[in-house]
DNA sequence: TGAAATGTTGGGGCG
DNA sequence: ACGCCCCAACATTTC
């Protein structure tokens, strides 16, 4: 009997999983097996909020297993240790994983294969994270893209949509000696702070499955216009399930492709275009990543090396991360972050303006707290988000264009939901004062809520001037 | 996927 | 009736 190990890594379902499939078409048994190895990582191992994630992940994982007569094996890492110890165990004759692509991951990657190859099993890799290889795309002077938009456009022009497979219906796997327990893996925090986090999310591939239908069913055709408002479901909720495998970029733009031709509207399609573009981004982070590795440490734009950042000020950094800035709306967002893992995207630009702008501290900083809070943190969309939003990276913002975080509220929290739900001290200001309650000190003392750490007009200021002193360095 | 400063225009009040 | 001023509304430029 022919045995294959499937190695899951952060492609964590059965449906669309190209190397579960190519393992069951060449081989009668497989061994699903996970690996936790997290030094392999460094110094991106996931953080709490992403760890939370990941266990009830691979708790849902062995779940669907269980369900077609298998199980998900687990075991703890050097990730060629654990393997090398279940070839032996199993005869398996080869190992088939999907690819990731930051840079520790793939340097590993590519070891454990040469190693695997050398001993005669065979090490079979392919893609399940991503619409197109990070290689796949390039300029028309064979560069790397820089731009997002002549990226997405050659993507789009490129992309081809196929039904995306079904999960197999029965799994045979070897017997082998009892799998390490999942709780064994130490993922889940030893301090229950994760109340919050198991009512916002389901982790898995049906709770992945359950919030496309959601979305396409209730959000998608209002997508454009809803999506930067942070009060309202415009958003489809579908980053931590992505950054975990859950489900497919695939498997979104197929279901959403399905539901924009039922619509027949033109409105229809151009909201399903419109979600594409941000599943380009995606696609566009990776591909930046790929190219350009040192970027998760280091500025894309070597420009930016001189840029004179504020002195680390563990205390403004502190008020940013805990939600005490001052400034309601950045504080609603890190408030939403802390307890829910997540923080909508509109105000992830806005928090992430204020800290590399009004309190100018290293984009780095900003980077490290979202991967240690947030649990759909991914190194290639975090690190070019949060260059994008400082102004050293790919195709980013203008480093002059600062959101003044008072008119971003009023423009996207008109009434003020997001901020009343997130700061319930401040749920009885009168609208006019709720987004910059500062301007009625009495109001502060009664809510008992911070006046601002910075000023907004001076410290914008600031920033300009440190902008131009780079340029003309 | 900005905001602020500066420029332009046109209606209305007024002498 | 006319010119002048004010200023809101909008457009453009600058950072």
Redesign the pocket.
Known sequence: MSVAIVWFRRDLRLADNPALAAAQAAHERVLPLYVHAPGEEAPWAAGGAARWWLHHSLAALDADLRRRGSALHMARGPSLRALDGLIAQTGAEAVYWNRLYEPAVMARDRAVKDALRARGIGAHSSNAALLFEPWQLQSGQGDPYRV?TPFWRKARTRLQLQPPPAAPGRIASPALSASLPLAALGLLPRMGWDAGLAAAWTPGAAGAQDQLELFGESALGGYPAQR?FPDRAGTSRLSPHLHAGEISPRQIAWRLGELAQGDCGAAAGAATESYLR?LG?REFAHHLLYHFPQTPMANLHAGFDRFPWAADDAEVLARWQHGRTGIPIVDAGMRELWHTGWMH??VR?IVASFLTKNLRQHWRHGARWFWDTLVDADLANNTQGWQ?SAGSGA?A??Y??????A??AR?FDPAGRYVRRWLPELAAAPDALLQQPWQDPALLRRCGYPAPVVD??VS?RAA?EA??RMRAT
């Not at 002059?400 to 975080?405: A, G, K, T």
């Open positions: 997002f930067d941000e981004w995207n509109r630009m994008w195709d913002a203008p002059f264009r600062i959101f003044n975080p008119i971003q423009r907004l007009q914008r300009l902008y131009q």
